[in-house]
């Protein structure tokens, strides 16, 4: 894969979330994704800075622009330092939630998305990596 | 801090939000709107979310709130405009807004609120 263009955002406090948001729209909206794409992949990368912010305090989200597949993409990378999940296949049921939440936001988030990746050791961090293409 | 400005058109409130949500100012937004329910003895809701282009299982879990909290107040909730992308996107998230009405647009959502609050009102014993 090669990445064509990158933004490194840091996401402390709800209104980053905000930030993200619009400039992964941007991304989105660079390599001509359609609405229904850009819809779902904002809402995922929205689920998953909530994640971060809620769980771990803080993290980065690395938006890049990447080729494969014959086509462009979106590929964001969320990185935290926070507890780590120390069980993934059970973080990825519908309906599990460790917080007050619906539990729809890891399973859901894969669900918006072509490509799902998440790592996580308990008290070093996660690392949730997501790809959208841009005609899947 | 941003507020979300709640409008009484007779019997109804109605907001329309015209910005990005945020956690805070949708948690701000539910607090604002069943106060004002009882406060003014509203008897309908109706929430323009046209503007809205992002809507995640937070945001739908508020609004889900706003509709179950107002219907203990005595009130329906209608929520119009919802944008086609962010319907397939809620679907597939897992979050099909169950309970919560919706309609096409502003007009609609009033024609179905005031059917409602009409039905109500027949159904209620009269001397």
Known sequence: MIVLSSDNIRIAKELDMVLF???????????????VNQTKLITAASELSRNMLRYAGEGTALIEIVNGQRQNGVRVTFSDKGPGISNIEQAMKDGFSTGKSLGLGLPGAKRLVSEFDIKSTVGKGTTITITKWKNG | MDKIPILKIGHFLMVAIQVDLYDRLALNLESDLVQAVSKTGARGVLIDISAVSI???????????????????????????????????????????KGVQTALNVEKGMELLQQKIQVTEEEEPEE
């Open chain 1, 21 to 35: 948001r619009n400039r992964l729209k941007e991304y989105a909206v660079k390599i001509g994704m359609g609405l």
């Open chain 2, 55 to 97: 809507v995640d299982s937070f945001m739908g879990r508020i609004l889900g709130n706003i509709a179950g909290m107002s219907k203990i107040l005595d009130a329906e909730t209608v929520i119009v405009g919802m944008q086609p992308a962010v319907a397939i996107t809620l679907v597939e998230l897992g979050l099909p807004l």
